[in-house]
């Protein structure tokens, strides 16, 4: 087998492609169109394995449709925004948001997220990507911005959107507020800490047990379950607090969990989600004890300006040093942390806007029923989160890397001025309004200072795709997609809030499909984080093997799992490319022009019934997008139907090949490679370029999907051969005896044999048996061929006569010893004029079964037996 040379390949094609622009969408075409909602690579650096799995993924689908008809619409596109732009150049310069001026620092994070996308472009082409450049974005271009603000101003307008003074999800790191879904959470042990609060008027204490010390000088209430007996005389009285005596009443409340330390809780403003609903509640004031860098504040006293790991370390030392910390232990806990920075969030009252989500909850859980899901089961991820809601969404960020709000306020009565949308894209930290005083007081108008949440930009990509506000024939012929592709870990996030912004904006789906993809782990199954050192860097793997042998691990990850990486995969594609590239050498070595369907052997007919088998089968699993599956369909015809079977059953009409195996010869090989060529496209174009003429397409990936054929069928007498044939080549391995050694000749014996008349030359040929015959039974004969004396009982009982024993057993006629035999031991003549008899079991006889007179050995293949004759 010829080495397939894929990289020098693959870079071949690639060129090849961008320099036909095979990939445009084409706005004008008739076909039926398949729009992606393609995710916007995040540039914050190179692609790493989990990108280059998932935008395969992706790719299958495009190429896919394109094959099958349609105008795709994929777009080439990059995320240029947030938070973890704004960590790594903090990081890289050594600043914050605090240290460099506005625009000095948004100009910053606009060159380092610029900076990666050329390089992670070439390596989108290098893992063969069909994306489009000809309809590219990127979310912090104003074209794209200017959409984020219109829909915003439109929301605003129908009152879906309002500012107000609520607790919020925030990040002291970042800065800034976050919305529910960006809070991610991660398992900690933290101390429980048991103090004493002196009971007003009493001499006596009551203890609590609190993981939150430094929150003392912001407890507003203080709780214990209505049922817990050894805690009823506490309610209604009131409770001094250690350090700040400040006096709090005892209420109670059956959301206490009376197992949980003492069964007294501490209801701060605010400490966790509990803390929050108590508040909410109880209608209880918002004291700030943390400010928005997470330092105490002045309501803590001494403890001003600490940071909150440094409060808590020093409020405990201060209520050791009182004797009022009883005990400490271990307690675990689940943190809420920021899931871009991951450090610890608080719960603090700003200013922000929101949009409306509560009101629409019913509405989306409808909206989930109307989409496809791939697979279904993620389905019920999006209504669990829907389903869990309790607050809208916070849209605004303490952030400079964004899309900036498009509005003024009065700084005298805080009107708010927006933007017109014929003004978009604005920067009201820049830009001013025409007009510059507010039209109520004639206070002065000052641009809102914060942005938005990166979703905001990310769930208007369909509406963006689509032309929406900017052409209304294409918006109607494009929306809603076809298809929304992304990881399931931000359903909550990118699904949920591309669905509620189409919803409020348009009242239709964003996409007819949905199709969620896993993360890909380490080997030993383990998350890849940069911090393990176990992230895999795809680029030395596709300098190595080659795209699509990384393509074909893509292929073997089912959608909506998390899969171990596994290079053994990697391998095994490599030699599938190499496999399916002799598979095309061969055939197009014997077929030079288009042929026609006529004069179709048996064996042919066999081989294009499989093949349009398989060809249905594949349709239709990479229609419910179930690539893993189409592949193993896929490859186990092509490989081992195809390749080891059909093209070594005729071989040896290729050498004066009739229409029959031309016909069939190219139809396999060109379907074959059309159903691969989403998976691996490089191979099988080289592949392809061979047939181009015959076909008519410059490439495989814009010619037509095969179809399954209507013939003849000979499934069932075909499968015999082909398993009639596997076993006589088994047979000649087991036996050490080369492949294209000659047989004498080979019977075939049963009812089924009679039946493969057609098949005989076939059979012959690939066997390289000198003769064939088929019968419908024949009787085989057992022959005596040789005796066996057995030395090892032999030499020990007759001693000094052994040698001479098996003289003479060696020289007789097999046949008549085994006769003599039958009446008993076998009598010898000794030279010194002795007898011996040798016992039965001192002798083996070695048979054969005879045929016609010809020795014969013999498999059984369902009711055929073969005989073979050497």
């Known amino acids: 087998m010829t080495q397939y040379e894929a990289v020098s390949t693959e870079h071949k094609w690639q060129k090849y492609w961008k320099d036909n622009n095979l990939y445009r969408f084409d706005p004008e075409s008739d076909k039926p169109v398949f729009s992606i909602d393609n ?207 400040k006096e709090i009443e005892v209420i109670a409340d059956e959301k206490v969990d009376p197992s949980f330390g003492t069964g007294i809780v501490m209801i701060c403003t605010i400490g966790d989600k509990t803390d929050l609903e108590w508040v909410m509640k109880y209608g209880l004031p918002l004291e700030k004890a943390i400010d928005e860098q997470g330092k105490m504040t002045a309501l803590s006293g001494k403890y001003e300006g600490m940071s909150v790991p440094d409060a808590k370390a020093s409020i405990i030392e201060d209520l050791k040093s009182e004797g009022l910390v009883i005990k400490q232990e271990d307690c675990p806990q689940s943190v809420g942390c920021c899931w871009r920075c991951h450090s610890p969030i608080e719960f603090l009252q700003v200013p922000q806007w929101f949009l409306k989500i509560l009101d629409y909850k019913e509405d989306i859980l409808k909206m989930a029923e109307e989409i496809d899901w791939h697979p279904q089961f993620m389905k019920v991820r999006l209504e669990d989160w829907i389903n869990s809601l309790q607050w809208d969404w916070v849209i605004s960020r303490q952030r400079f890397f964004a899309t900036p709000i498009p509005i003024w306020e009065c700084k005298t009565c805080g009107t708010v001025v927006p933007a017109l949308e014929s003004e978009c894209y604005v920067d009201p930290t820049v830009d001013k309004r025409p007009v510059d005083r507010c039209a109520k007081c004639g206070g002065e108008l000052v641009g809102c200072q914060d942005v938005f949440d990166t979703w905001m930009d990310s769930s208007i990509s369909p509406l963006f795709n ?92 089912a959608l909506g799992e998390d899969n171990a990486f596994r290079e053994k995969d990697v391998i095994h594609g490599k030699r599938l490319c190499t496999k399916l590239w002799n598979i095309g050498k061969f055939t197009s070595m014997v077929v030079k022009e288009k042929p026609h369907q006529t004069n179709l052997h048996a064996v042919d007919l066999w081989i294009l019934g499989k093949y349009s088998d398989t ?73 392809y370029q061979d047939f181009k003429d015959m076909d008519g397409f410059k490439s495989i990936h814009v010619s037509e999907w095969p179809k399954p054929l209507e013939l003849k069928d000979e499934r069932e007498n075909g499968d015999i051969v082909k398993e009639i044939i596997s076993a006589v080549r088994s047979w000649k391995s087991e036996n050490k005896i080369p492949l294209n050694q000659e047989l004498k000749s080979i019977e075939l014996i049963g009812p089924g044999a009679t039946k493969l008349g057609e098949y005989a030359e076939d059979i012959r040929e690939t066997s390289r048996a000198l003769n064939l015959e088929m019968l419908h039974d024949a009787e085989l004969e057992e022959e005596v061929c040789a005796i066996k004396p057995i030395k090892s009982k032999i030499g020990p009982a007759f001693k000094t006569q052994g040698k001479e024993i098996l003289q003479i057993l060696s020289s007789m006629d097999p046949q008549k010893a085994a006769e003599s035999l039958k009446s008993g031991p076998l009598v010898l003549n000794m030279s010194d004029g002795s007898i011996v008899s040798i016992p039965n079991e001192f002798i083996e006889l070695e048979r054969k079964l005879m045929l016609m007179g010809q020795s014969v050995e013999t498999i059984q293949i369902g009711d055929i037996l073969i005989a073979i004759s050497q």
């Open 615 to 687: 060809v249905e089968k594949v349709t239709e699993l990479y229609e419910n997008y179930q690539f893993d599956k189409a592949m193993r369909e896929i490859e186990d015809f092509a490989w081992h139907e195809y390749a080891d079977h059909y093209l070594e059953m005729i071989k040896h009409r290729t050498k004066n090949p009739d229409d029959g195996v031309l016909f069939t010869l190219y139809t396999v090989t060109l379907g074959i490679a059309k159903m691969f060529a989403p998976f691996l496209p490089h191979v099988t174009e080289d592949i």
């Open 466 to 557: 689509t032309f929406w506000g900017r052409d209304e024939k294409l918006f109607s012929k494009l929306f809603p997609m076809s298809l929304r592709t992304q990881s399931h870990d931000i359903i909550r996030t990118w699904a949920f809030y591309t669905m509620i912004r189409s919803h409020l904006i348009t009242g239709q789906k964003p996409w007819d499909n949905i199709m969620i993809h896993g993360f890909i782990m380490s080997p030993d199954g383990t998350p890849m984080h940069s911090s393990l050192g176990n992230v895999i860097d795809p680029m030395p793997i596709l300098e190595e093997y080659g795209a699509d042998a990384m393509r074909y691990y893509a292929c073997t990850c």
């Open 39 to 245: 995710p916007p690579r995040y540039t914050s650096g190179s692609l790493h394995l989990g990108h280059a799995t998932g935008y395969s993924l992706i790719d299958f689908v495009a190429r896919y449709k394109r094959m099958r008809g349609h105008n795709v619409f994929f777009p080439l596109c990059f995320d240029v925004n947030g938070t973890p732009t704004e960590i790594k150049v903090e990081k890289k310069y050594g600043i914050t948001k605090l240290t460099v001026p506005r625009q000095k620092y948004i100009q910053l994070c606009s060159e380092f997220a610029n900076s990666f996308i050329e390089e992670m472009t070439h390596q989108f082409e290098i893992l063969g990507e069909s994306m489009d450049p000809s309809i590219y974005f990127q979310t912090d271009a104003p074209y794209y911005r200017r959409i984020t603000q219109i829909t915003f101003l439109r929301l605003l307008e129908e009152g879906l959107v309002y500012k107000g003074t609520y607790p919020v999800n925030w990040c002291p790191s970042c800065i800034t507020a976050l919305a529910d879904a960006e809070v991610e959470y991660k398992d900690n042990v933290t101390k429980l800490n048991y103090i004493k609060f002196r009971i007003k008027d009493e001499e006596n204490d009551a203890i609590i047990a609190t993981t939150r010390p430094e929150l003392l000088c912001a407890c507003q209430l203080i709780a214990v379950h209505p049922d817990d007996e050894t805690k009823k005389d506490l309610i209604g009285k009131k409770l001094i607090t250690p350090i700040y005596h």
